[in-house]
Nanobody, 127 residues
Framework: QVQVVESGGGLVQVGGSLRLSCIGKQMTFDDYAMAWFRQAPGKEREGVSCINWSGDSADLVDSVKGRFTVSRDNAQNTLYLQMNSLKPEDTAMYYC????????????????????WGQGTQVTVSS
């Protein structure tokens, strides 16, 4: 059964940086596009980024473009989200997801094409 496990969340001040990691288990990692989602208290889940199986194509939600970078290391079965210039509105639980496809579908951000979800890692940005 496909499993993904996130790590790297924490408490950081405004303007700081964090790097989230997600390890894929029980899966052939490069058979899957991978995505990051987040959900803040009282808000709907939001798609943050999606990267295709090879890592040469990625999509980011507009609110994080220029600040976040998504990457993957297929040899290490690991997905990353480098988050810089963090803002209070980035505070949320961040979830890793293995997509059902090798590429990112146009509506990936809806979360309707997910094979497996992680349990989440909390990111809190304090002002």
């Amino acid at each position: 059964q496909v499993q993904v496990v996130e790590s790297g969340g924490g408490l950081v001040q405004v303007g700081g940086s964090l790097r989230l990691s997600c390890i894929g288990k029980q899966m052939t990692f490069d058979d899957y596009a991978m995505a990051w989602f987040r959900q803040a208290p009282g808000k709907e889940r939001e798609g943050v980024s999606c990267i295709n199986w090879s890592g040469d194509s990625a999509d980011l939600v507009d609110s994080v473009k220029g600040r976040f970078t998504v990457s993957r290391d297929n040899a290490q079965n690991t997905l990353y989200l480098q988050m810089n210039s963090l803002k209070p509105e980035d505070t949320a639980m961040y979830y890793c997801a293995a997509e059902l496809t090798t590429g990112c579908k146009s509506d990936w951000a809806l979360g309707d094409h997910v094979a497996a979800w992680g349990q989440g890692t909390q990111v809190t940005v304090s002002s």
